[in-house]
Nanobody
């Protein structure tokens, strides 16, 4: 059974930092691509950052220079380091792992940025 579990969300002030974690089990994590997505109230889910199985990364323009995606294959865990957080980063953040037609989502973790 595949499980993807996010953690690390919470309430943070404008300009602060948080690190999200995504723990995967039931798969060979190292061969999966991983992505972080977010969904704000009333908005569609959007891609935040991607990291390939080989470690290549890509970011949405809105988070470039502020967020860093990484992975530790030995721990089957991915991360999203979020710095210089803004009010507009408030959303539920979801982790996704994907390999060809296989895609698995976590339940999401809430990130709230306050002024």
């Amino acid at each position: 059974q595949v499980q993807v579990v996010e953690s690390g969300g919470g309430l943070v002030q404008d300009g602060g930092s948080l690190r999200l974690s995504c723990a995967a089990s039931g798969i060979t994590f190292s061969i999966y691509h991983m992505g972080w997505y977010r969904q704000a109230p009333g908005k569609q889910r959007e891609l935040v950052a991607l990291i390939s199985s080989g470690g290549n990364t890509d970011y949405a323009d809105s988070v470039k220079g502020r967020f860093i995606i990484s992975r530790d294959n030995g721990k089957s865990t991915g991360y999203l380091q979020m710095n210089s957080l803004k009010l507009e980063d408030t959303a539920v953040y979801y982790c996704n792992v994907a390999l060809n037609q296989y895609r698995y989502w976590g339940q999401g973790t809430q990130v709230t940025v306050s002024s």
